[in-house]
């Protein structure tokens, strides 16, 4: 099975709420949001290809899993099998070059697919959804063009992103419509941006990260833990900073400071005998960590584990942040705040830097905690009127 990109919803995991395990809690408008509300889908990318649209996740009156059709209705997936069985074609025909399609969102936590040219090929095992992983080269989807946003719909409003925690690929941009009539937008590249992300990979010495169809067109640039399963770049890119890192603090201290509306909540780390120990202010150690290799830090996973709860997870999302954006070395206090300090390091996540300086409000999901510091590519309204998706022109 797939890895869910991880986004955090006001410090709540979209992928807890995608597996059915929490909601949001309830709003002052929590009444004014109807059952269902419009997305509307407008094709401005130049292309001439069929357009597809999917919207699949979680039902969150019932945590079932499914898909929604164009009129919003939910349809669950029958049992799938071992080996996985093909998926109810739950495809939506999209808007043609400068056209715009409207549909219908339920309370959902899922994702928004589209595909150009082809449809994305799902499958179901026993365990459920089989979604797209194309760092397999066997995977069916592998030269196949599309991309996805996910979100979160419920009584507590629509939070909307542009992700590229797992790849980057087909450009488009979402927008939140409130009730006051504005529109909050985000995801969309600079003029230029998307072609420039790719050249950009290559003179990093990161083009091994970029998905070429048979002709030699760019499909998608993989994220890089996922390129490093692929095989695009080197299992140890990040190792000589996070090395850097475990020897500056063997000798010093890392404060952290994981909440912004908590500034007196402290943990303090120490690195001895190759663990990171983390104490709270009365000396206790709450955590710890192994130094991670380079797979954890891209994913913010494995041994930079980050559990939903209030002290490893926020600690770990603090962590993973600094080493992305490289900034564990210069500001002893994190997160920085200041993203003029970030990607500063010759070792870095240069597919995060990249794709940041190429958006036009310099917001992206370049990592899975980008929202550290509210660096993310969201929007939300907690009274949204309207939804919206924008597929880009690729240039």
């Known amino acids: 099975m797939f890895r869910l990109s991880k986004v955090f919803l006001s410090g709540v995991s979209a992928m807890a709420v995608a597996a059915g395990l929490m909601v949001f809690g309830p709003s002052p408008s929590a009444e004014a949001v109807p059952a269902t509300i419009p997305l509307t889908i407008k094709n401005s990318s130049g292309r001439s290809e069929p357009v597809y649209v999917y919207n699949l996740g979680t039902l969150l009156t019932t945590g079932q899993q499914g898909w929604a059709d164009a009129n919003g209705t939910f349809h669950p997936w029958p049992v799938g099998g071992n080996p996985p069985t093909p998926a109810p074609d739950a495809s939506i025909t999209g808007p043609a070059n400068g056209q715009t399609k409207t549909i219908r969102m339920p309370k959902f936590s899922g994702r928004i697919y589209f595909s150009i040219g082809q449809k994305i090929v799902f499958k179901l095992t026993t365990g459920g959804l089989v979604q797209p992983a194309v760092q397999n080269p066997a995977d069916p989807n592998r030269n196949i063009l599309f991309n996805w946003s996910e979100y979160t719909l419920n009584d507590a409003g629509l939070w909307i992103n542009s992700t590229q925690v797992d790849m980057f690929s087909a450009p488009y941009a979402v927008g939140v419509k409130a009730a006051n009539g504005a529109v909050s937008t985000t995801g969309r590249l600079k003029p230029g941006g998307y072609n420039a992300v790719f050249s950009q990979l290559r003179s990093a010495g990161w083009g091994g990260l970029i998905q ?3 002709d030699g067109t760019p499909l998608r640039a993989l994220s890089p833990g ?6 695009g770049i080197p299992a140890g890119v990040m190792n000589d900073y996070i090395n850097r890192v475990w020897n500056k603090y063997g000798s010093s201290t890392l404060t952290v400071t994981p909440f912004a509306n908590q500034p007196n909540t402290k943990y303090y780390g120490r690195v001895s005998g190759n663990v990171m120990n983390f104490t709270n202010g009365s000396g206790a150690v709450v955590t710890s960590f192994q130094k991670p290799d380079s797979d954890s830090v891209f994913g913010c996973y494995k041994l930079l584990d ?3 709860d209030q002290v490893r997870g926020p600690i770990s999302r603090t962590l993973c942040a600094g080493f992305n954006r490289s900034t564990l070395l210069t500001n ?4 920085d705040p200041n993203n003029a300090n970030f ?11 990249i794709i940041h300086g190429q958006m036009a409000d310099g917001k992206a999901y370049g990592f899975a905690f980008d929202d550290v ?6 929007v939300h309204d907690g009274n949204p009127q309207e939804a919206f998706m924008t597929l880009e022109p690729f240039n």
């Open 212 to 214: 070429n169809r048979p």
């Open 226 to 231: 996922h390129g490093i399963e692929a095989g």
């Open 306 to 308: 980050a559990p939903n």
């Open 332 to 335: 002893p206090g994190q997160p």
């Open 343 to 353: 990607y500063r390091d010759a070792v870095t996540n240069h597919y995060s830097r």
């Open 373 to 378: 510091g509210a660096h993310e590519s969201l």
